[in-house]
């Protein structure tokens, strides 16, 4: 098998959290809370240590494509998306890691070992999606693995597997790709000309992403940055300033330096 990954086809999700559920009870990740947020009907809010899933309901005031509303003259829709780890094609939290605890599997996948974090917590910032927590019990980090144990067995991840409208896919990462540009045109000459795909470009700031969207809106509507890149592009480059500056530091300390020892002699 190459690479796989998630497409996540939001214009069908239908805020079950069925993959929310699925994914803690197969990945035995801890309850995080069941408390009313006052945020429509979102009691995760993000991503986290403890919600490696995280489905955000989103109400407009306006129709979705040539839907009616039904609720009088008021145009009412709700956009909701299961979010996820994005297992960047350049991942950040894999340039950070100092203990190789974050590591690339044989399908593409980036997964934490958390027999080997020291909970240095360098990850968590570098993750340009905010996916990345640190748990308040262990204090190490932890996010989605994409059921790394299942695919070892040739079986689908858990959310994948538990979603009732097929908005999460899992398969081949190019396979997906195709499919969703079919569906982008779909769902375009439906009515919804808002309708893009997110994180589907290789040629993204993150090199492309190992789990994209199909959003009705803008990126920043869902809590998505819109133009996302690896924190760590510019570590190079900041290096080689640094090796330099530092050069120019000891020449100027020696031409300071060398009158004296020269009278000194």
Same mark, same amino acid.
């Given at each position: 098998?190459?690479?796989?990954?998630?497409?996540?086809?939001?214009?069908?999700?239908?805020?079950? +959290?069925?993959? %929310?559920?699925?994914?803690? @009870?197969?990945?035995?990740?801890? @309850?995080?809370?069941? /408390? =009313?947020?006052?945020?429509?009907?979102?009691?995760?809010?993000?991503?986290?240590?403890?919600?490696?899933?995280?489905?955000?309901?989103?109400?407009?005031?306006?129709?979705?494509?040539?839907? @009616?509303?039904?609720?009088?003259?008021?145009? =009412?829709?709700?956009?909701?998306?299961?979010?996820?780890? +994005?297992?960047?094609?350049? *991942?950040?939290?894999?340039?950070?890691?100092?203990?190789?605890?974050?590591?690339?599997? !044989?399908?593409?996948?980036?997964?934490?070992?958390?027999?080997?974090?020291?909970?240095?917590?360098?990850?968590?910032?570098?993750?340009? =999606? &905010?996916?990345?927590? +640190?748990?308040?019990?262990?204090?190490? *980090?932890?996010?989605?693995?994409?059921?790394?144990?299942?695919? &070892?067995?040739?079986?689908?991840?858990?959310?994948?597997?538990?979603?009732?409208?097929?908005?999460?896919?899992?398969?081949?990462?190019?396979?997906?790709?195709?499919?969703? !540009?079919?569906?982008?045109?779909?769902?375009? %000459?439906?009515?919804?000309?808002?309708?893009?795909?997110? &994180?589907?470009?290789?040629?993204?700031?993150?090199?492309?992403?190992?789990?994209?969207? #199909?959003?009705?809106? @803008?990126? %920043?509507?869902?809590?998505?940055?819109?133009?996302?890149?690896?924190?760590?592009?510019?570590?190079?480059?900041?290096?080689?300033? /640094?090796?330099? /500056? *530092?050069?120019?530091?000891?020449?100027?300390?020696?031409?300071? *330096? #060398?009158?004296?020892?020269?009278?000194?002699?």
């Amino acid at each position: 098998m190459g690479r796989v990954g998630f497409f996540t086809d939001t214009s069908i999700c239908i805020g079950c +959290k069925a993959c %929310e559920v699925a994914c803690k @009870e197969w990945n035995a990740v801890p @309850e995080d809370g069941l /408390a =009313f947020t006052g945020m429509s009907y979102d009691n995760t809010v993000s991503l986290g240590s403890d919600t490696w899933r995280h489905v955000a309901f989103v109400e407009q005031r306006r129709p979705l494509g040539h839907q @009616e509303p039904g609720v009088g003259d008021m145009d =009412f829709r709700w956009l909701m998306a299961s979010d996820v780890c +994005k297992h960047c094609t350049e *991942a950040a939290c894999l340039d950070v890691c100092p203990t190789g605890s974050l590591f690339r599997t !044989e399908f593409g996948t980036v997964v934490v070992q958390q027999d080997v974090c020291n909970g240095c917590g360098y990850c968590v910032p570098a993750c340009p =999606f &905010g996916v990345i927590g +640190k748990s308040e019990s262990s204090g190490l *980090a932890a996010k989605c693995t994409m059921c790394y144990d299942r695919l &070892g067995d040739g079986q689908e991840p858990a959310c994948a597997k538990t979603c009732p409208t097929d908005s999460i896919q899992f398969g081949d990462l190019d396979e997906l790709r195709e499919r969703a !540009e079919r569906r982008l045109d779909q769902v375009r %000459e439906a009515g919804t000309a808002s309708a893009r795909l997110y &994180g589907h470009d290789p040629g993204d700031g993150v090199g492309g992403m190992g789990a994209f969207f #199909l959003l009705l809106d @803008e990126p %920043e509507v869902y809590g998505l940055p819109p133009d996302p890149v690896v924190t760590t592009r510019d570590l190079p480059s900041m290096w080689r300033h /640094a090796g330099v /500056a *530092a050069l120019a530091l000891l020449a100027g300390v020696a031409a300071t *330096a #060398l009158p004296i020892w020269r009278r000194r002699g």
